[in-house]
Nanobody, 120 residues
Framework: VQLQASGGGLVQAGGSLRLSCAAS????????MGWFRQAPGKERQFVAR???????YYGDSVKGRFTISRDNAKNTVYLQMNSLKPEDTAVYYC???????????????WGQGTLVTVSS
């Protein structure tokens, strides 16, 4: 499966953005879909994942502010980000895995990343 992330940009603290991850090649319904982020000088961090059954799980730093969802008809996964903070600034990556996991190393397919910058 090929993944293409989009929707990043510059937003003020407290604002919202919605990231999209369009998949091609295979249907996303057969994968666990995840979002990760990586800030400059830091390790890649788990953000959210969505399982085949619709079960979701979030990293502690985004819980209650971010929502992961998918549209099977569009073969696209979304990350709705609300109440953004400067510390959310990072390159955001979507990924697909064949197992339920929050470990980046267990995701088999990755999109190219989209930059989110939150100004204070």
């Amino acid at each position: 499966v090929q993944l293409q992330a989009s929707g990043g940009g510059l937003v003020q603290a407290g604002g919202s953005l919605r990231l999209s991850c369009a998949a091609s090649g295979r249907t996303i319904s057969r994968y666990v879909m995840g979002w990760f982020r990586q800030a400059p000088g830091k390790e890649r961090q788990f953000v959210a994942r969505l399982s085949w059954s619709g079960d979701t799980y979030y990293g502690d730093s985004v819980k209650g502010r971010f929502t992961i969802s998918r549209d099977n008809a569009k073969n696209t996964v979304y990350l709705q980000m609300n109440s953004l903070k400067p510390e959310d600034t990072a390159v955001y990556y979507c990924a697909a895995a064949e197992q339920i996991t929050t470990m980046a190393g267990s995701y088999d397919y990755w999109g190219q990343g989209t930059l989110v910058t939150v100004s204070s």
